[in-house]
């Protein structure tokens, strides 16, 4: 099946892949050929495109999935391929955003915070599996 991940930026992968699995808003899930057509609204995870036994994994920072006719397309706001994460950036990002969650004075603040360290968890969980 054919496999794009875009972002406002750029398309991050534009290739084939026998299984898609990543996270919606609604808990993980897995896409095979020939799935139903479904739209799916995607949480801030690591998406997973397999293709021959070889793995290739993607951030992906919440966005849509849609499936039809063996296309799946996932518009997202940011996505990166593995191999292009900066680690030490990520830990930094992870740090600042526990630091401030430690000590967070408004709720919005908190929110902004949980936001930042899931997707620097993401990023780290992403770059590690390589």
């Known amino acids: ?13 534009d290739g084939e892949a026998d299984e898609i699995i990543a996270k919606s808003t609604e808990g993980e899930f897995g896409i095979l050929e020939n799935h ?17 036994g070889e793995v ?7 966005g849509v999935l849609q499936f039809k006719d063996n296309e799946a397309l996932i518009l997202t706001d940011i996505a990166e391929c593995s191999d292009e994460i900066d680690c030490d950036r990520a ?18 603040d908190a929110k902004r915070a949980e936001a930042a360290k899931a ?8 770059s590690m599996k390589q």
């Open 91 to 108: 830990r930094s990002a992870l740090a600042r955003a526990e630091e401030r969650l430690a000590d967070a004075k408004a709720e919005a």
């Open 36 to 52: 139903v057509p479904c739209m799916k609204v995607l949480d801030i995870c690591v998406a997973k495109i397999i293709l021959n």
């Open 119 to 126: 997707r620097a968890l993401a990023r780290l969980k992403a």
């Open 1 to 13: 099946m054919k496999v794009k991940i875009i972002t406002h930026e750029k398309v991050v992968f």
């Open 56 to 62: 290739k994994l993607f951030t992906v920072m919440g």
